[in-house]
């Protein structure tokens, strides 16, 4: 399947030190990542020199479980706000797509709209909001527990349609900021968006200016049926976590035929799996590095974390170590993260494997691990573009920098050399590099 140029687009979801388990105790990560600036800096530059579309930060509102077992050994307790860091990081790049997770449970729509058309023009049009709905953190925002999953998406519907409408406040050119006729603004190139919905009254305009981009790209992560449902009518860039090539075409399909039902054009939309690939020179050298990482875990306390994910009443740090899992019958559904929570269900029925097993597939939260050589790990990336599973892929380094080094410096000069990655930035913003349209204000053509 051939499309848009032949190139795949690459993302680099970072998360503190890295996104394995254990990852903050490896030798060549930086365990100050969530507190240290610095790192940061240095990982957004290693990026641009590695030409990657943008640098995808994921958020969680809540510390979350707060069983000591967990939280001492886990690195997730403290976390970067996206938008406090990604405005920082503006002022020290200038190539790199900038996107934040913000969620539509516990914010309003008028501070997103502003910080995101404010972080766009700071960036001079390289800003990106992944809209989610939380995973958790009810029991800091007034809520005795966490929202119930279809009010969480029922809230994230409209909270879309009233950011977008805050955005198209202005005309691009309402502003001609005339000193000698004393016009600031051009009133008749204002709109007033007096939302009245279920959940937000809004009356608006922004007090910002129309974003450089028209909008910034709208990413989604959420792959339940609600979550697509939302993504068909919203995103031009979906975050999912695949684990087979099967599983990935089919989750690519599903989504293109909602977008065109919902009548969007097929290249508004791509599809970016997660991929987190842990490189070696050999086989066997990269194999030796997943069990350096693996390692490094604390498994009671990451099965732990796994049952909290995993949500369907099992401990699966209490099970024997040579038995399968069993699941129970009938499955509980969660109320939080229901595609992970089916993703693993399909891993553990198709692999059948005991908690440990379970706990080495998932070392990266149960996105893909890739473990090998540059070429192995570029053929299968290759594979899932043409084969139709990806446009491109969120990349998850298993630790910060030396699993970002690894990839910039083995796996992107491979990509390169067979022509299916960039080698110099094509366009000026995040939607010119991704290959998206600017969006034009819908009162104000032309
Ligand atoms: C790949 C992926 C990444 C996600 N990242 C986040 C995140 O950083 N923060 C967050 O609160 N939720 C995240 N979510 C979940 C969303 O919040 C989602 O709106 C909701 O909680 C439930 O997900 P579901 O639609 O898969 O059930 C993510 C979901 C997926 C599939």
């Given amino acids: 399947m051939a499309r848009r140029d032949g190139r795949l687009r690459l993302g680099a979801f970072l998360s503190g030190s890295g996104a394995h388990a254990g990852s903050w105790r490896h030798p060549q990560a930086d365990a100050d990542a969530s507190i240290n600036f610095e790192r940061y800096r240095q990982y957004a530059q290693t990026l641009e020199r590695g030409r990657f579309d943008a640098l995808f930060l994921n958020d969680n509102v809540a510390v979350g479980e707060l069983d000591p077992r967990v939280l001492r050994s886990s690195a997730y307790s403290l976390r970067w706000d996206p938008l406090t860091l990604l405005?920082?990081?503006?002022?020290?790049?200038?190539?790199?797509?900038l996107i934040a997770t913000a969620n539509t449970s516990f914010n309003e729509p008028y501070n997103i709209a502003r910080s995101f058309a404010s972080l766009d023009h700071l960036s001079a049009g390289r800003a990106g909001w992944?809209?989610?709905?939380?995973?958790?953190?009810?029991?800091?925002?007034?809520?005795?527990?966490?929202?119930?999953?279809?009010?969480?998406?029922?809230?994230?519907?409209?909270?879309f349609d009233v950011v977008t409408g805050l955005w198209d406040s202005w005309a691009d050119d309402a502003f001609p900021l005339d000193k000698a006729s004393g016009t600031w603004l051009e009133t008749a190139r204002m709109r007033v968006l007096d939302h009245q919905g279920e959940h937000f009254r809004v009356r608006g305009p922004l007090n910002a200016p129309r974003p450089v981009q028209g909008w910034p790209v709208i990413a989604q992560a959420g792959s339940s049926q609600a979550g697509r449902a939302l993504a068909a009518h919203s995103a031009e860039l979906v975050f999912t976590a695949q684990q087979t090539l099967s599983e990935g075409r089919a989750f690519y399909a599903d989504m293109h035929q909602r977008l065109a039902l919902a009548g969007r054009a097929a290249e508004s939309l791509l599809v970016f799996p997660g991929l987190a690939p842990v490189v070696g020179r050999t086989t066997?050298?990269?194999?030796?590095?997943?069990?350096?990482?693996?390692?490094?875990?604390?498994?009671?306390?990451?099965?732990?974390?796994?049952?909290?994910?995993?949500?369907?009443?099992?401990?699966?740090e209490r099970l024997p170590a040579e038995a399968p899992v069993v699941l129970p019958e009938p499955l509980p559904l969660t109320e939080r993260h229901q595609s992970r929570q089916q993703l693993v269900v399909d891993l553990i029925r198709r692999e059948r494997p005991t908690a440990r097993q379970l706990l080495a597939r998932l070392g990266a939260g149960g996105h893909r691990l890739l473990v090998g050589t540059p070429s192995q790990i570029v053929e299968e990336m290759a594979c899932w573009f043409e084969e139709g599973a990806a446009d491109g892929f969120?990349?998850?380094?298993?630790?910060?920098?030396?699993?970002?080094?690894?990839?910039?410096?083995?796996?992107?000069?491979?990509?390169?050399?067979?022509?299916?990655?960039?080698?110099?930035?094509?366009?000026?913003?995040?939607?010119?590099?991704?290959?998206?349209r600017y969006v034009p204000n819908r009162h104000f053509q032309g």
């Fill in 130 to 159: 992944n809209l989610v709905t939380a995973l958790i953190g009810g029991e800091n925002f007034n809520q005795a527990a966490h929202l119930p999953h279809a009010d969480r998406y029922a809230r994230a519907e409209e909270f």
């Fill in 284 to 316: 066997s050298e990269a194999q030796e590095k997943h069990e350096q990482l693996q390692a490094l875990v604390d498994p009671e306390a990451a099965l732990k974390a796994l049952s909290f994910l995993l949500d369907i009443g099992i401990d699966l």
């Fill in 87 to 97: 405005p920082a990081l503006a002022v020290v790049t200038r190539h790199i797509g």
């Fill in 394 to 436: 969120n990349l998850l380094f298993t630790h910060l920098p030396g699993g970002l080094d690894d990839f910039v410096g083995q796996v992107v000069p491979e990509l390169q050399r067979l022509g299916l990655f960039r080698r110099e930035y094509e366009g000026r913003t995040l939607r010119e590099n991704l290959g998206l």
